[in-house]
C-alpha cells in the first residue's frame, strides 16, 4: 500500500519503552500499555511487541504479572546475576575474580559507610553480629554472614554498590556456596573472620574509615587463602 511505513523491528519498541522510562512518562510500577495499543501505536506487528517486552524482562526492566499485564520494573539486579552467572558457567570468570571485586566494591562500601551510617544502621549491625557470634551452626553462620555484609553496602548509601553487591552475592549462592560454608566451617578461619566483623562494627561505630578499611581487609586475607585452597590456585 502507498504511503505505508514499513513495519519496524522489536528493537523499536524497545527504544520507545527505554524512552519513556527515561523522560519519565513510564515509572517504576506503572503500567504498560496492552501489545495492541503498542503495536497500533507503533505501527509493528504484535510477534515485535511480544519479543521487546520478553527482551525487558530478562533484562529485569519490566516484570509480566499473568492476567494483569507488564510493569516497570527495574529490576536490574536480576539482569546482573543473569549476566555473571552466565560469564561464570561459561568460564569467562572464576572464583578469585568474583572475590576480588567484591574486595574492591566491599572496601569502598564500608569506607562510605563510615562517614554515613545511621544510628539505627548501627544497632541493627550490632545485632546481626551478635547472631553471628551465637550461632554455631554452618548455614546459620552463613545467613548471618550474608546479613552482616548486605547491611554495610545499605550503610554506603550508594545504590550502584548496592545493586551490584547484591548481584555477586547471588552469584555466589548459585556457585560457590559451599566455599563460604566450608570457610565457616574450619574453626580458625570462623574466629579470625569473627574479629575481622567485629573490628568492622567497631570502626563503623568509632566513624574511623581507615581502620573499617583496614578490617575488610583483613576479612579478605582470609577468604583468598580459602579460595586459592578450593580452586587448586
Known amino acids: 500500500m502507498e504511503g505505508r511505513v514499513p513495519e519496524r523491528t522489536y528493537e523499536s519498541v524497545i527504544q520507545f519503552i527505554k524512552r519513556e522510562i527515561l523522560c519519565g512518562r513510564l515509572q517504576p510500577g506503572q503500567k504498560l500499555p496492552p501489545e495492541r495499543n503498542l503495536a497500533e501505536s507503533l505501527m509493528v506487528g504484535r510477534n515485535s511487541v511480544r519479543e521487546a517486552l520478553r527482551t525487558l524482562e530478562i533484562l529485569g526492566v519490566i516484570e509480566s504479572a499473568q492476567g494483569a499485564g507488564n510493569f516497570v520494573s527495574c529490576n536490574f539486579k536480576k539482569s546482573l546475576v543473569e549476566s555473571m552467572s552466565m560469564m561464570f558457567a561459561m568460564q569467562k570468570t572464576d572464583y578469585r575474580q568474583i572475590s576480588e571485586l567484591r574486595q574492591a566494591l566491599e572496601s569502598q562500601a564500608i569506607v562510605l ?24 551452626d554452618g548455614r546459620y553462620g552463613v545467613t548471618y554472614d550474608q546479613k552482616f555484609h548486605s547491611m554495610l553496602a545499605e550503610a554506603s548509601g550508594n545504590t550502584l554498590i548496592i545493586e ?43 566513624k574511623d574509615g581507615r ?23
Do not use: W
Open 113 to 136: 559507610a563510615a562517614d554515613r551510617i545511621t544510628p539505627a544502621q548501627v544497632e541493627r549491625l550490632s545485632k546481626i553480629f551478635d547472631g553471628m557470634t551465637a550461632g554455631r
Open 164 to 206: 551490584i553487591l547484591k548481584a555477586l552475592s547471588a552469584v555466589v549462592n548459585t556457585f560457590i556456596s559451599d566455599l563460604r560454608r566450608k570457610i565457616l566451617a574450619d574453626g580458625e578461619s570462623r574466629n579470625r573472620l569473627q574479629l575481622s566483623h567485629q573490628r568492622m562494627l567497631e570502626s563503623l561505630k568509632a
Open 211 to 233: 581502620g573499617a578499611y583496614a578490617a575488610m581487609a583483613e576479612h579478605y586475607e582470609i577468604v583468598n587463602q580459602h579460595i586459592g585452597d578450593f580452586s587448586g590456585k
